[in-house]
């Protein structure tokens, strides 16, 4: 008998109102590829924080609650992905989840949310960045920016590095367990327009580099929109690097159809849009493969 189905993603992160960030970016992405999202809420956020004054519902205990059913009705997952989360008790949970939901040929991806531009983010304690130690050594796929990838090693940031300081980088986090190290936003360049995102393979011993547009601005949720789109390919079975052009292209494309129109950038890039375009015929252009 053909039984029909269709791949289940637990995404765990927050709900924003306004401003397109986390599951309002991984739900329209991971639908349209195909997949059915199960979102476990970590939060509700009136929008998302870089607006200033927003309101924050923390959803703690209603997740433990979720997984309780989920538990009860033995819900089997093919893909984790989570992202933004509210406490060091959440990421625990998130710990337990993982432990919990584990089956063969899962995808685990987590993005480490923890802080960007040398800073981390104002609802991030100590404590969080040594949970998220922990967390990582249970995912497939993570896709931490420079300033995670320093905390996640206890290491100093520096906005510009070397390529060689990458490879290191990505294989110190990737031997903590993941398989796939994703480090987005690398060396961005007004002068060249350009910002890069590398990759490390270590079932392969490979090393990927993307070469993106760089349009300036703070257009939150592109992070996710990037974690999202990676999921969906790799879950497809798309190769590491044109899942990585995909996700590149995606954004690129997302973003130039709001540029210069005089939207707030602070609402997100324009995922809507172009949605087709994550199922259309894709011909991979920029990914080179680092020696
Ligand atoms: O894109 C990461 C993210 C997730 N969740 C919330 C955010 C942001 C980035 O601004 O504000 C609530």
Same mark, same amino acid.
């Given at each position: ?40 809420? @970590? ?38 992905? +989570? ?51 922990? %967390? ?10 420079l300033t995670e990838a320093a905390l996640l090693l206890?290491s100093d940031y ?5 390529? +060689? ?45 993307? @070469? ?31 899942? %990585? ?9 997302? %973003?130039?159809?709001?540029?210069? @129109? ?15 375009? %994550? ?13």
């Amino acid at each position: 008998m053909i039984r029909p189905s269709i791949q289940t993603v637990a995404a765990i992160h927050d709900i924003s109102g306004y401003g397109k960030v986390s599951l309002t970016v991984a739900i329209p992405v991971l639908s349209s590829m195909g997949f059915q999202v199960c979102p476990l809420p @970590t939060a509700v956020l009136s929008t998302n924080t870089e607006y200033g004054d927003f309101s924050f519902l923390n959803l703690t205990d209603n997740m433990e609650e979720m997984i309780k059913h989920w538990k009860r009705l033995n819900l089997r997952f093919d893909a984790i992905y +989570s992202g933004f989360l509210g406490s060091h008790r959440q990421v625990e949970i998130v710990q337990d989840f993982i432990n919990h939901f584990k089956q063969e040929q899962q995808l685990v991806v987590v993005d480490p949310v923890l802080g960007d531009d040398g800073h981390l983010y104002n609802s991030m304690s100590p404590a969080m960045i040594d949970s998220m130690k922990e %967390l990582i050594k249970s995912a497939d796929v993570i896709t931490p920016n420079l300033t995670e990838a320093a905390l996640l090693l206890e290491s100093d940031y520096r906005e510009h590095v070397t390529e +060689s300081r990458l490879k290191d980088v990505m294989k110190a986090l990737s031997e903590k367990g993941p398989e796939i190290v994703i480090i987005s936003n690398v060396n961005k360049s007004l002068k060249k327009k350009h910002t890069y995102v590398y990759a490390y393979n270590a079932a392969n011993e490979t090393f990927w580099k993307i @070469t993106c547009d760089y349009l300036p601005g703070n257009y939150p949720g592109t992070g996710d929109t990037f974690a999202s789109v990676v999921t969906g390919c790799l879950l497809q079975g798309d190769s590491l690097p044109i899942a %990585l052009d995909r996700a590149v292209q995606f954004i690129s494309t997302s %973003l130039r159809a709001l540029y210069g @129109t005089g939207r707030d950038p602070l609402a997100g890039i324009a995922v809507e849009k172009n949605l087709a375009n %994550l199922t259309a015929p894709f011909r991979p252009s920029t990914f080179e493969m680092i020696e």
